[in-house]
């Protein structure tokens, strides 16, 4: 019985895993936004991750510090460009608007798409959330 226990707990860590890969093997769409929004970026490392439950995703790290995730299909999910502002193409323009109205000098150097909208985060730490048509619906307090 234990024999069974740990080798059916080894089967499910190795399912687990995450290796790196090159460019050419990302997603179509993933190449092509990396052309888009960060043509000139050299690219340091990408990873990817298979998950037992979830479905494999990719984690870009660009030479810069730039870390940009993308899910199976090559959409990105989360662009954090560190003390950089997020290129305005990959914002919705309700939500740069927003900001640009309300915190006025702030950059945009951070944002997560979530099934319910967006997170943005500011160049001075504070985070946004706004629901799936751009609105704003507050602070995002710390987990």
Not at 14 to 35: C, F, H, N, V, W
């Amino acid at each position: 019985m234990l024999i069974l226990v740990a080798s059916s707990g080894a089967f499910a860590f190795s399912l687990g895993d995450s290796y790196t890969i090159k460019r050419e093997q990302l997603p179509e769409e993933a190449r092509q936004m990396l052309d888009e929004y960060f043509p000139k970026a050299k690219i340091g490392m990408i990873k990817i991750d298979r998950h037992l439950l979830k479905k494999t995703d990719y984690d870009v790290r660009l030479v810069n510090g730039t870390t940009i995730e993308f899910n199976n299909s090559g959409k990105w999910t989360s662009v954090n460009c560190k003390t950089r502002e997020v290129p305005g193409g990959l914002i919705p323009r309700v939500i740069r608007n927003y900001v640009k109205k309300n915190f006025d000098g702030l950059k945009i150097v951070k944002i997560l798409k979530k099934s319910g909208g967006h997170e943005v985060g500011l160049s001075d730490g504070v985070e946004l959330k706004f629901n799936i048509l751009g609105q704003f619906k507050g602070v995002k307090m710390e987990d």
